[in-house]
Structures are given as structure tokens and as C-alpha cells.
């Protein structure tokens, strides 16, 4: 399934938001780091398939988030909610710097349930940066690669498979949203 | 950048794959054994990636594989070019080539004689996660055998592979006939 190009987002100032987090640290997500629960399995697929592609020694897997309220003004979301006529589930801004992969995966998330119950969930992304050759997101058959800035899509369904990784000489930034339907 | 053709008519890239499986190719990137870093067009690009964060880092890492005798004749009679030389490289998961053009010791033996032109192969089935860029173009899902012809030798290019199984692909060299 490929992802739906919704639209160029022009209300949020996305060069604001991308040199703001040039200059913050963000939290990163390693192979084997410790940021999720996990607690009834549900992250064991992924761990297990990256495992046997031989991620867990390539030292490779890295990606850092960045939060709104934590790391970036939250008006970003509630312009986003407005742009896409949502309620914001969970939303945060991921950077891949080069060399640097989110291999295949799909988002997993312990308070999953938590959201379902308030409705049906939608999963959207959107190029906050001005792309560089060589950074590359993919969801399920859609490849993304110098997407202009701005750019917003709507996946398959929140679940999609999904991975991105970098090869050029800039960090990758790219806008991550969960919202509810209104 | 432009679509040649399958060559899956040419060689059984399926078997060819199967073989290199079984090899343990010449590790290239940060673990490179051999030293190429005395070419100053090489050390430049060096200090390209160092600055984008890429020094003393893992992630830079590639096999070459030598060609299985007939492979480059085969594919250059189709092409009706003459080969400079043929090669394949194999990025496995989690690794990369960070963007690069190529640089060879040899470059000005090679313009003497013509202007290159430069190839690359598809070679094994579409795996989802390989990504090879050239110039502006990202090649995902290729289907095997698929040929393409760049717009330059020395184009700038990357490799990547945040899939399951390792990524291959055919890089070819010759002159029009």
C-alpha cells in the first residue's frame, strides 16, 4: 500500500523548528536501548528480525526524538491537529544522522490501547528539513527521497512498515504524528 | 540516468547471487585493508565524510566481489561497448556507502583513451529496505536485471540498506563502440 500525499503544510514554520533542534541533543533510540516496556512481547518481532539481519552488531541502529513541550514549542502540534483535523495521539520529530538507520519496523507502541480507545488513529509524516540526496524514508511501497519541505503524507494505516536511513551529510529530520480522527 | 533493458536474458543473475553468498567478499569502507588514501581526490572526499560525522564510524562499510569469467563480455557484446572493467559490490544490512563519486588511480589512463561510460545492475530480486541513489533518483524494489546507463562516469552516488538481506549490484565501465 502506498501513503497518501495530503498536502504542503505552509502554517508551521518548519525551518524554525528544524534549526531549533540542530542545536538540542534529543533522545536517542539504540538497538537494545532501554525505551519501551515491552512487557506483554509486543516488540519481539522487530527485535527479532533485526537481530537476524545482523543489526544488533552492525552498531548502526540510531535514531533521536525529539518532543513537543520537551524539545520544541508545542504550537507546532495544535497546527497540526488543525491541518489535519485531528486530536494528537502522539507526535515528536525524529533525526537520523548519516550512517545511521530506523531499519524496518513498524511503530510499536506500549499505550497503544490507551489511544485506540479514543477513536480510529491515522499516521502521518511530514518533511520538516530541506531533503538531502541520500536520506530516505520508505513506508510500505512508497519510497520518499528529496521531498520538499513541508510536504505531508498519510500512511497506509498506523501500523505501516516503515524504515529510513541516511547517506548523505546532513542529519535527516522528519515530523512524526498519531492522531485521532475527529 | 537512463533504463538500458533487462539483462536477465544475459546471465542467470539468480545464480550468480546464490554463488557470491557462499564467498566472503574484500571488505571495503572503514575496515578496508588496502590503502587508496594517497590519491588527494580521495583524501578530500575523506575529509568530506569526516566532516558530516562519518570518521572512525561502522556504518561505512561494503564487499566487492570479483565478476565470474564471461559476465562482463557477455553484458558488454549486449551493450556493444567495450569494458574498461566490471565489478560488484554488496552492502549488507545496517551498513552503508556514504555519497561519493568514484575515484579511480587510473583515471587519467582511462580519458585518455575515450570517455567512459558507467553502468549498474540490479542483480538479485527486489528486497525492500536496498536503496541505491544516483544523482537525484532512489532506487528501491528494482526488478532484477534491470540495466541502467548514467549520465556520468563520476556521477555522485550512495548506497544504502536498511532491509533484511544484503544488497548487490553489478557496476560496469566501458566505451562506446
Known sequence: MKATFIGNCKTIDWQSLVNDLLTKEGDARTFGGNFYHNTDGRFDEVISLWKTAGYDKSGTVEWINYYPGKHFDSSVIKLFEEYTNTTCARAWVSKIRPGRYAP????????????????ELVRYTAHPGISERGQVLIVEDSLFHLEEQGN?????????????GNCSFKPKFLFNFLGIKK | ?????????????????????????RSRGSKQEDDIHHNPKVAELRKTWIDAGYEDDESVGWLDYDVPTGVVENISN???ITPIGGWITSVPPGYCVPWHYDITDDEEDILAKGTPIRFTCHIDKPQWGQV??????????EEQGNFYQWADWQEWHGGMNMGLTPKFLFNLMGYAK
Open chain 1, 152 to 164: 505531508v503524507y498519510m500512511w497506509p494505516n498506523h501500523r505501516a512498515w516503515h524504515a529510513g
Open chain 2, 132 to 141: 541505491f541513489v544516483l544523482g537525484d533518483h532512489a532506487f528501491h524494489m
Open chain 1, 104 to 119: 524496518y519496523h513498524m511503530d510499536i507502541d506500549d499505550d497503544e490501547e490507551l489511544y485506540l480507545s479514543k477513536g
Open chain 2, 78 to 80: 549486449w551493450l556493444n
Open chain 2, 1 to 25: 540516468m537512463k533504463l538500458i533493458g533487462n539483462s536477465s536474458h544475459i546471465i542467470d543473475w539468480s545464480a550468480l547471487v546464490a554463488v557470491l553468498k557462499t564467498q566472503t567478499g
